[in-house]
């Protein structure tokens, strides 16, 4: 293992993070259930430590046709415990712990029957299309990662009817940087295709991620991009990932040729980022 502060400045000569298994090296390592700040009881669970997340084979073939009032799109769901394994337990570990703390947040007493965990991938910066919308939520008792896709850029709208659908008058929606960009992207283009026809858009409770951990981590890590969270503080590294900035592109060609290949990358890559925000949230409820 390496010094932390050797790292560091390995890492701004190399870039980008180093890729390396097992970080933090010299930042606490704060067991399930530990926070920064003392707690009325310590929780003796074993560290979140989820090591190497390698691709799922197969995983568009693994969808389904979902119909709409507004079309078709395709729709994928995985199982958090095949992404992560061992998480769920683990998550549900740490509700028992938080739940002998006293009375627990709005956030906290939604989980998991009312919370949905909230990422899109899209076709550029705000006001380009989204083409996929993936969920983490609670399905049938099990958490579960559900990927609503659409095929090409007509199938926008079905998805947005789709989302729409799992969204009640007490969800509430958790997401990484939420509020500057994913919910404004999901309104704005709710509005394009006139879902509403002229009624208000729901209006869910919404927690973003992303403050509370800049808080928590900003004087311990280089910067709080949610990558940088995940290897640092969850100690999770992605085998096979594609880089978030070659994923419109690369949706692009999916469309125009339909091979798969690049496709499955995506969904997986979506599929992380919404079990990362899980255990992130977790850790910072505390």
Same mark, same amino acid.
């Given at each position: #293992?390496?010094?932390?502060?050797?790292?560091?400045?390995?890492?701004?000569?190399?870039?980008?993070?180093?890729?390396?298994?097992?970080?933090?090296?010299?930042?606490?390592?704060?067991?399930? /259930?530990?926070?920064?700040?003392?707690?009325?009881?310590?929780?003796?669970?074993?560290?979140?430590?989820? /090591?190497?997340?390698?691709?799922?084979? /197969? !995983?568009?073939?693994?969808?389904?046709?979902?119909? +709409?009032? =507004?079309?078709?799109?395709?729709?994928?769901?995985?199982?958090?415990?095949?992404?992560?394994?061992?998480?769920?337990?683990?998550?549900?570990?740490?509700?028992?712990?938080?739940?002998?703390? %006293?009375?627990?947040?709005?956030? #906290?007493?939604?989980?998991?029957?009312?919370?949905?965990?909230?990422?899109?991938? +899209?076709? %550029?910066?705000?006001?380009?299309?989204?083409?996929?919308?993936?969920?983490?939520?609670?399905?049938?008792?099990?958490?579960?990662?559900?990927?609503? !896709? *659409?095929?090409?850029?007509?199938?926008?709208?079905?998805?947005?009817?789709?989302?729409?659908?799992?969204?009640?008058?007490?969800?509430?929606?958790?997401?990484?940087? %939420?509020?500057?960009?994913?919910?404004?992207?999901?309104?704005?283009?709710?509005?394009?295709?006139?879902?509403?026809? %002229?009624? &208000?858009?729901? #209006?869910?409770?919404?927690?973003? #991620?992303?403050?509370?951990?800049?808080? &928590?981590?900003?004087?311990?890590?280089?910067?709080?991009?949610?990558?940088?969270?995940?290897?640092?503080?969850?100690?999770?590294?992605?085998?096979?990932?594609?880089? /978030?900035?070659?994923?419109? *592109?690369?949706?692009?060609?999916?469309?125009?040729?339909?091979?798969?290949?690049?496709?499955?990358?995506?969904?997986?890559?979506? =599929?992380?980022?919404?079990?990362?925000?899980?255990?992130?949230?977790?850790?910072? =409820?505390?």
């Amino acid at each position: #293992m390496i010094d932390e502060s050797l790292r560091l400045r390995l890492e701004s000569l190399n870039r980008g993070p180093l890729p390396t298994i097992g970080i933090p090296t010299s930042l606490p390592s704060r067991a399930v /259930g530990e926070s920064s700040k003392p707690t009325k009881a310590k929780f003796s669970g074993s560290p979140l430590r989820p /090591g190497l997340v390698k691709p799922i084979p /197969g !995983l568009l073939r693994r969808g389904e046709v979902v119909a +709409t009032e =507004a079309g078709e799109h395709w729709r994928v769901c995985i199982p958090v415990e095949e992404i992560w394994p061992g998480g769920e337990q683990l998550i549900a570990r740490r509700c028992e712990h938080l739940a002998k703390l %006293g009375p627990q947040n709005e956030l #906290m007493s939604s989980f998991p029957a009312r919370s949905l965990f909230v990422d899109l991938e +899209t076709c %550029g910066l705000a006001g380009s299309a989204l083409f996929l919308v993936g969920l983490l939520r609670a399905i049938d008792g099990k958490l579960a990662v559900e990927l609503l !896709l *659409a095929r090409n850029y007509a199938e926008e709208a079905a998805v947005l009817e789709s989302l729409w659908q799992r969204i009640e008058s007490q969800s509430v929606i958790v997401t990484f940087n %939420g509020k500057s960009f994913d919910w404004p992207m999901v309104t704005d283009r709710s509005r394009r295709h006139l879902l509403f026809r %002229g009624q &208000r858009l729901p #209006m869910p409770r919404h927690f973003d #991620m992303l403050h509370p951990a800049r808080r &928590r981590w900003k004087k311990e890590l280089p910067d709080c991009k949610l990558q940088t969270l995940e290897q640092r503080i969850c100690g999770r590294v992605r085998v096979g990932d594609i880089h /978030g900035n070659l994923i419109p *592109a690369a949706y692009k060609d999916y469309v125009r040729t339909g091979v798969g290949r690049e496709m499955e990358a995506i969904l997986f890559h979506n =599929a992380v980022d919404l079990v990362t925000l899980l255990d992130l949230t977790m850790r910072l =409820a505390a």
